[in-house]
Nanobody, 120 residues
Framework: QVQLQASGGGSAQAGESLRLSCEVL????????MSWYRQRPGKERELVAD???????DYADAVKGRFVIDRDNAKNEASLQMSDLKPEDTAVYYC??????????????WGQGTQVTVSL
């Protein structure tokens, strides 16, 4: 049974940084697509960033230039380095392990979510 454990959430002031981590547990398999999503209060869950096995990344416009997604395939982990945080970044952040190929992205198991709260 595959489980994703997200960690690193917490509180920060605007302009500060946080780093989220996502560890894939219970499987030796490497997922070709690792993603970070977030759900801001009162809004739908949205893509923040994703990264393929080869390191190709995609970012939401709102976080470009501030957030960096990375992965360590040997450790089966993914991370999201969040810099210059803004109050608008306040959300529950979720990681996902899925598949990317042939122009298609497919989501898989979700992590439990980790809260990020950014204050002025």
């Amino acid at each position: 049974q595959v489980q994703l454990q997200a960690s690193g959430g917490g509180s920060a002031q605007a302009g500060e940084s946080l780093r989220l981590s996502c560890e894939v547990l219970g499987s030796p398999n490497i997922y070709s697509l690792m993603s970070w999503y977030r759900q801001r209060p009162g809004k739908e869950r949205e893509l923040v960033a994703d990264i393929t096995y080869r390191g190709v990344t995609d970012y939401a416009d709102a976080v470009k230039g501030r957030f960096v997604i990375d992965r360590d395939n040997a450790k089966n982990e993914a991370s999201l380095q969040m810099s210059d945080l803004k109050p608008e970044d306040t959300a529950v952040y979720y990681c996902n392990a899925g598949y990317a190929g042939g122009g298609e992205k497919v989501l898989g198991p979700w992590g439990q979510g980790t809260q990020v709260t950014v204050s002025l």
